[in-house]
């Protein structure tokens, strides 16, 4: 086994793990870089490879996770995408579901659709239900369409026909004819990207695939060609949103499946510290300097859904843009250290907006004059100036309090103590509200559960948001701040693939469902085996389910082997339970179907060697002292500080105490206790606010 690197691309620094043969890792981060976030990228690895004394040519292995995909989509970057669609669903994008997201809001705000209506156009044809066509091709006209838009400036170009994912030929054929007229003009084809029923949310995953591509091929493309002339001889992987890795190559192809793929390492991540601690059942809770993000993890897998939405407003369902894409279900919130805080209609306000890197913190000196929750943690004495990111920058404490001061306190009438603690309470507030989402809404209640506390920013916030829903019990991981770029390094290899097939259980063709499976099975094992992976592949199914007349599905798992009556018969039991556990109840005398056949290929399982903390001992040395906020001793208190590397296995610590690693900070509250296990982590037990 030779080297591998994993590095992570957040909003507001990049993450990067070194896994030696040995297993061991050594960390960093660096800001992050705007417009272009590889500069932080190479120079971050430059120096991570030089410290280390390891040659490029020694690195098998490079894995990367960005947000590239989602920023180019939310700040609306891309230029010259058009789309091609059935006459008549010209205004697909803009009727959306006709659903207003919050019915009592008379000012709503819809995202407005990514491509303008000039640049969609329409072709003559139609497609039934069946698959069956009514009206074939008419290819004179689809001709004229094409050079209408490329005459408009179009150079990408999605392709969403009616029913196409039953029936693709007329897809294929436009795309020959788009390849006779316009050589130049990229394509996505929508029974490629998502050959799912639901005309709406498939348009829009194709469309989003088409609006990234361009972007995220000359990405990877730049940074695969800068890492191969540094030396390095392997392929470049990249994290998709599900959770499994692919190449850079099969990425270019599907890059709408690498739209959040950066968050997705870090609730991997979550899950495996959930296994070392003998806790399957549990919150993954990531606060870097942007975004929170959380996810639930049961029976130490992370959720996932294919409902997933980009660009909610306010984080409110049904706001965003749907994209038919397996994704690890997650929650995401404007609520980072970057997040700006403000004096709103009298009360302190925190995010959505957010500093990130550039202009960064007003403590970073960096030009930033709004405070944020970076500053008010600095204030409150939860950070160390000197020390913030292992020291590589230095915190300017009197900026921030100003900055406090002139944007929060002085506006409400508060101490500048006060306005910081207000800043980082209303920030916890924020993710109570989002954890609670990703528990009590999904039927679990959050006192049964374990929170993993990672992130920049997550230790600092953590302990004070389990006291707030109950939760007992807290896992703080060594590396805290970089666990998402250690998620890399731990993720499989995986292609999903997922076709349309409404049928109800009771009267489905078995053996149609055979073979569409191996067809499936071979398309995705074939991408696996694209990505070097000499060894066992192996396929797992599963479908979305419902009862007959209902309009949302909940995933079920689909048994290996040829699907008989018996093997239904297995599908429709396991449907009850999963509807029961979701729902409180089931009813098993009501029909029921599959609308999405679905099935993953994994393969290239690696294994992380975490670094095990040192021998117990009767010693702990303190770091050193410092004055820090908390409101159960009525404002600053002597607060001992430790250092993380310094902590052997089985040392207890009682709060308040702060602790200290280069990649971020835990703040142990009044009343919480922590227990350092095996592998460094610390073990936080507390008790409700």
Not at 49 to 76: C, F, K, M, P, Y
Not at 180 to 192: G, K, N, Y
Not at 429 to 443: D, F, P
Request: charged letters at 20%.
């Amino acid at each position: 086994m030779s080297y591998r690197i994993g590095f992570d691309v957040g909003g507001t620094f990049t993450d990067f793990v070194l896994q030696s043969p040995a297993g061991e890792l050594t960390t960093a981060k660096r800001l992050t870089t705007y417009p272009d976030p590889s500069e932080a990228c190479l120079a971050g690895l430059d120096a991570l490879l030089a410290g280390a004394g390891v040659a490029w040519r020694d690195v098998a292995q490079t894995v990367h996770g960005t947000t590239l995909g989602s920023n180019v989509v939310i700040e609306r970057k891309a230029r010259g995408v058009g789309l091609l669609t059935t006459r008549g669903f010209r205004d697909v994008l803009l009727i959306g579901r006709e659903k207003r997201y919050q019915v009592y809001d008379l000012q709503i705000e819809k995202p407005r659709p990514l491509i303008p209506r000039r640049l969609i156009g329409e072709v003559t044809e139609r497609v039934l239900a069946d698959g069956s066509v009514r009206t074939p091709l008419d290819e004179a006209d689809a001709r004229e369409a094409i050079r209408a838009l490329v005459e408009r400036g179009v150079t990408t170009l999605a392709i969403c026909l009616l029913h196409a994912y039953l029936n693709p030929a007329h897809e294929r054929r436009l795309a020959a004819l788009v390849a006779e007229e316009a050589p130049q003009v990229t394509v996505t084809l929508s029974h490629e990207v998502s050959p799912t029923f639901r005309e709406y949310e498939r348009t829009s995953t194709t469309v989003v695939n088409a609006y990234v591509m361009t972007a995220l091929r000359e990405y990877l493309r730049g940074l695969g060609a800068a890492l191969a002339g540094r030396g390095y001889g392997g392929r470049l992987f990249v994290m998709q949103s599900s959770g499994g890795v692919a190449t850079a190559d099969a990425m270019e192809r599907y890059p709408v499946r690498m739209i959040e793929s950066g968050p997705a390492a870090g609730a991997l991540m979550a899950a495996a510290y959930g296994e070392l601690t003998g806790h399957r059942d549990l919150i993954a809770f990531d606060m870097g300097g942007t975004t929170a993000k959380l996810a639930l993890v049961e029976n130490g897998r992370p959720g996932t859904t294919t409902a997933f939405e980009l660009h909610r407003v306010h984080g409110a369902a049904g706001s965003g843009l749907p994209m038919n894409i397996q994704a690890i279900d997650l929650v995401e919130i404007g609520a980072g250290g970057g997040s700006i805080a403000r004096a709103h209609l009298g009360v302190v306000a925190v995010g959505p907006e957010s500093a990130s890197s550039a202009p960064g913190p007003v403590c970073y000196g960096r030009g930033g004059l709004e405070p944020t929750v970076t500053d008010a943690n600095l204030v409150l004495g939860y950070l160390n100036a000197d020390y913030f990111a292992g020291g590589t920058l230095r915190l300017d404490a009197e900026a921030a309090r100003r900055a406090i001061a002139t944007r929060v306190a002085q506006p409400l009438g508060l101490s500048v103590e006060d306005a910081a603690w207000g800043i980082h309470a209303m920030v916890n507030t924020n993710m109570e509200l989002a954890t609670r989402v990703v528990s009590i809404e999904r039927g679990r209640d959050p006192r049964d559960l374990t929170l993993v506390a990672f992130g920049g920013s997550g230790p600092v916030h953590g302990c004070r948001l389990a006291q707030a829903l109950g939760i007992p019990r807290i896992v703080l991981p060594a590396s805290a701040g970089v666990t998402a770029a250690i998620g890399l390094l731990a993720a499989e290899v995986k292609f999903d693939v997922a076709r349309t097939y409404v049928r109800r259980l009771d009267s489905v063709d078995g053996a149609f469902l055979d073979t569409m499976y191996d067809e499936m099975s071979a398309q995705a094992v074939a991408v696996v085996h694209e990505s070097a992976v000499a060894g066992e592949v192996v396929v797992a199914r599963s479908a979305d389910a419902r009862y007959v007349g209902q309009g949302y599905e909940v995933t079920v798992p689909i048994p290996q082997g040829r699907l008989d009556a018996a093997a239904l018969g297995r599908v429709q039991v396991s449907f009850h339970q999963v509807y029961a556990a979701r729902y409180g109840y089931a009813n098993p005398a009501e029909p029921v179907e599959i609308v999405t056949w679905k099935l993953s290929a994994v393969g290239g399982s690696p294994r992380i060697a975490l670094a095990k903390a040192g021998a117990s001992s009767a010693d702990v040395r303190r770091k050193g002292t410092r004055r820090a906020y908390f409101p159960e001793a009525r404002g600053y208190t002597d607060t001992p500080v430790y250092d993380r590397y310094e902590l052997a296995a089985g040392t207890s610590l009682t709060g308040p105490a702060i602790v200290e690693e280069r990649e971020s900070t835990t703040v142990l509250p009044p009343g919480v206790t922590a227990t350092v296990d095996e592998y460094a982590s610390l073990i936080a037990e507390t008790r409700p606010a």
